[in-house]
């Protein structure tokens, strides 16, 4: 069954701190990775996209690494900002169009002053 | 969110009662989609189009259809609410049914009492 985890569920962190977000997926076949931000009462907005070929993808203090032989992917925050503060989807991409998106149940991040 | 906007934003409805939700793009993409969002759950497609007239079941159709008669509007009818059907519904649009592009609207909260 194709499914996309994500962990830890939730964390809290201050203001200036890094932190890392996990995913594991076990999507197949598969054609994209992506990193998405939702802010409370929004849409989620994308962060990162990486494909097969792409081990690492950057976005201002966002970076994101795929390991496509373990299917694991991780997105790190650099010196968090208090507007870091929300959730976090990781979505998996099955060959086929965009129809076939697995998402993770997201996380929530919350950084505090 | 720039050039998709869902109405209303905001709806309580009673069981048993039609409801219609809109999603309306400037972008002139080809593909629309219809999602919900709940707790525990990763977002999880209800129905997507790929064109005009041109639509398709997502993994939880059960309770919804779907029209698009312009390229700019899909539509999300409810035939007869449920209280199942209380969610977070998000509408996106992509311009080639890729990862790049891909854009969420900024969601209907629809409560059914």
């Known amino acids: 069954k194709n499914q996309v985890e994500q962990s830890p569920q939730s964390l809290i962190i201050l203001e200036g701190k890094n932190c890392t977000l996990q995913c594991n997926y076990t999507v197949s076949p598969f054609s994209n990775l992506r990193w998405y931000k939702q802010d409370t009462g929004r849409g989620p907005v994308s962060l990162t996209i990486m494909t097969f070929s792409e081990n690492t993808k950057s976005n201002g203090r966002y970076t994101a690494t795929l390991d496509a032989d373990t299917k694991q992917s991780s997105l790190h925050i650099t010196a968090s900002q208090l507007s870091d503060s929300a959730s976090y989807i990781c979505?998996?991409?099955?060959?086929?169009?965009?129809?076939?998106?697995?998402f993770g149940k997201g996380m929530k991040l919350t950084v505090n002053p | 969110d720039a050039g998709i906007t869902q109405s209303p934003r905001h709806k309580v409805t009673e069981t048993g009662t039609p409801v219609t939700l809109r999603c309306h793009q400037t972008?002139?993409?080809?593909?629309m989609y219809w999602y919900r969002q709940d707790p525990g759950h990763g977002l999880r497609l209800i129905h997507y189009s790929y064109g005009v007239k041109d639509t398709d079941k997502g993994e939880v159709s059960d309770g919804y259809s779907v029209s698009r008669s312009k390229t700019e509007d899909f539509l999300l009818t409810l035939e007869s609410a449920t209280s199942s059907q209380t969610s977070v519904y998000f509408c996106a649009i992509s311009e080639s049914g890729g990862p790049y592009g891909y854009t969420f609207g900024s969601g209907t909260r629809l409560t059914v009492v």
């Open positions: 972008e002139n993409h080809r593909y």
């Open positions: 979505v998996v991409s099955s060959q086929g169009g965009s129809e076939k998106l697995v």
